[in-house]
T-cell receptor
Framework: AQRVTQPEKLLSVFKGAPVELKCNYS??????LFWYVQYSRQRLQLLLR??SRESIKGFTADLNKGETSFHLKKPFAQEEDSAMYYC??????????FGTGTRLLVSP | DTAVSQTPKYLVTQMGNDKSIKCEQN?????MYWYKQDSKKFLKIMFS???????INETVPNRFSPKSPDKAHLNLHINSLELGDSAVYFC??????????????FGEGSRLTVL
């Protein structure tokens, strides 16, 4: 079965603290994973994809096939990082399966 | 403004009614989608069209019927609305399958409330 699990509904941290949003997946094929973000009153948008191995807004995510994980990390959280974060798995034919999302709240 | 736009943004209606949500994209994409986000924020794909042809049809009641008059439009019609249909419906688009990067461009969502 194709599934994306984000175990935390809410993650609350203080500004400057490290952040790790967890994502685990279940997929028999070769996975392609993404993180999407939805800031308050904005559209859901792509944050980063694992194949690009990029750092966007200080966030990075490494695909760990052994642990079937794609956790999103940032060493020092900023207040503007507060948003809803969705991990997504591409399962072919441009179909994206999303996790249930984690709300990140960064307090001053 | 290049974007994916959906109308209406908010829709409140009675059980049993029929309603439509419209979606248009001017990004030149070939593929369009409808996603449903429930009260727990879970995003689930409903349909996908590539160049007006249905390519993904998840387990969705027959009361939901997508229509794509051209590749820039994908409308969602819902018959005999039920309480459980209350959700936010997101339209999205992406490049053609052959060039697919996995990036979807989302509309702002249409919040449907069934009373």
């Amino acid at each position: 079965a194709q599934r994306v699990t984000q175990p935390e509904k809410l993650l609350s941290v203080f500004k400057g603290a490290p952040v790790e949003l967890k994502c685990n997946y279940s997929y028999s094929g070769s996975p392609e994973l993404f993180w999407y973000v939805q800031y308050s009153r904005q559209r859901l948008q792509l944050l980063l994809r694992h194949i690009s191995r990029e750092s966007i807004k200080g966030f990075t995510a490494d695909l760990n096939k052994g642990e079937t994980s794609f956790h999103l990390k940032k060493p020092f959280a900023q207040e503007e990082d507060s948003a809803m974060y969705y991990c997504a798995l591409r399962t072919g034919f441009q179909k994206l399966v999303f996790g249930t999302g984690t709300r990140l709240l960064v307090s001053p | 403004d290049t974007a994916v736009s959906q109308t209406p943004k908010y829709l409140v209606t009675q059980m049993g009614n029929d309603k439509s949500i419209k979606c248009e994209q001017n990004l030149g994409h070939d593929t369009m989608y409808w996603y449903k986000q429930d009260s727990k924020k879970f995003l689930k794909i409903m349909f996908s069209y590539n160049n007006k042809e249905l390519i993904i049809n998840e387990t969705v009641p027959n009361r939901f019927s997508p229509k794509s008059p051209d590749k820039a439009h994908l409308n969602l019609h819902i018959n005999s609305l039920e309480l459980g249909d209350s959700a936010v419906y997101f339209c999205a688009s992406s490049q053609a399958l052959a060039k697919a990067t996995g990036e979807l461009f989302f509309g702002e969502g249409s919040r449907l409330t069934v009373l």
